[in-house]
């Protein structure tokens, strides 16, 4: 692979080529916050807390560090006003869904989010997809999906595939950044155990 320079707030970075920008910085001892991120997974750009400022041929622009590539001569800033106010607000939007989760709990510490800012929401699901793509690119198993679009999408367990694939794995979990989607697992399986027995 190729070796390459570029400065991330300030400091010159060694990357290569194929890295993206968060896991440049994130080899450098730099974070940057994510939710939908995972090492073993395609990149997703869901969740866009990783947003950064990147600036090339004197043109900045904000992009998902998880989704961009890493380039030579590129200069990076983490953390600016514009960056901090938009990571606030997608905190403030995400603990709608899930005020009790501790990572995003942490996150409106660090960005002096409001929790309360917008109505309550009884999903309790962030929609990272983090369990989606973990079963389908890792475990190739499709136990569970997203159904709908817009704002009715959903996350939902196949029953048939998860009631026999599921409760061996649970390997994604613990990915889960607001732990809603072991409940759904139970109470899917509950629901499918009722209706055999009910047959």
Request: hydrophobic share 40%.
């Amino acid at each position: 692979m190729t070796d390459l320079s570029l400065r991330i707030d300030g400091r010159d970075v060694a990357a290569t080529q194929g890295m993206s920008l968060l896991e440049a910085a994130r080899g450098a001892g730099i974070s940057i916050p994510t939710v939908c991120h995972h090492e073993k997974l395609e990149p997703f750009g869901g969740c866009r807390l990783c947003m950064v400022e990147v600036e090339a041929a004197g043109r900045t622009t904000l992009v998902a560090a998880c989704t961009y590539p890493a380039g030579k001569g590129l200069v990076v800033k983490t953390r600016s006003e514009q960056i901090d106010r938009i990571r606030k607000l997608l905190t403030e939007q995400l603990l709608a869904y899930a005020p009790e989760s501790e990572v995003l709990q942490n996150l409106a510490r660090e960005y002096r989010a409001d929790k309360d800012r917008f109505p309550k929401e009884p999903s309790f699901c962030i929609l990272c997809g983090l369990c989606v793509r973990y079963c389908a690119e890792v475990k190739q198993r499709n136990a569970v999906g997203f159904i709908d679009r817009g704002p009715s999408r959903e996350i939902s367990f196949v029953p048939e595939i998860a009631a026999a694939e599921c409760w061996e794995c649970k390997e994604c979990f613990p990915l889960c950044p607001t732990s809603a989607l072991q409940a759904a697992f139970v109470l899917t399986r509950s629901r499918t155990s009722s209706e055999e027995v009910s047959k």
